[in-house]
């Protein structure tokens, strides 16, 4: 079923929407949610989360791309059930890793607040995956957004480690000094 056609049955307000964004999106959602959580009953909980947020906004909005659309809301809902449960256990993992590479070269929350929109910020953030090279851009996003782990993404691309690694260093250093140009502080 086509995108435009699922997102009709949710205007319609009709339940096999959610059925049809399942069989389309759910692995798509599960994985971003697992590659955040690391379990697969709270993935499964993120992914059914999404669908019910989904439900909730989708007569107010009409997204572009529903795939998109979808993934922010998995990732959103999987990273603040992340937090939660971060909160309650102070362990290691994958998400804690990417927020501490990308401690020095993104403003904190307060100061985006302070200095600019989210909006501006997306927008910066934006026309600076534009200007990268395409392996870089897809190494960047699918650790940075997506959180898949270094070797998943060396193994995705083909590519060592050691290589990806390297690009996701000298992106976060390009990124600063790009953002830095733009006038937001760090």
Known sequence: ME??????LYWERKERAISETDKKYG?????????????NEDSEECVSDTYLKTWSCIPDDYPKMFSAYLGKI????????YRRLRAKKR??????QIFHELEGCIPSKQSVEKEWETNQLIEHVNRFLASLKVE??????????YAQP??????????????????LFRCRKKLKHF???EGINL
Do not use: M
């Not at 995108?3 to 009709?8: A, H, L, N, S």
């Not at 851009?137 to 650790?143: A, E, L």
């Open 3 to 8: 995108d435009g056609d699922i997102i009709q």
């Open 27 to 39: 692995r798509y959602c599960y994985r971003i949610a697992y590659n955040i959580l690391q379990n």
């Open 74 to 81: 998995t990732r959103n809902i999987a990273i603040n059930r």
């Open 91 to 96: 362990g290691g993992g994958e998400i804690e």
């Open 136 to 145: 870089q851009r897809i190494v960047f996003v699918k650790r940075y957004w």
């Open 150 to 167: 270094i070797h998943s993404i060396a193994n995705e691309l083909s590519i060592s480690e050691s290589k990806v690694k390297s690009i």
């Open 179 to 181: 953002l830095e140009e």
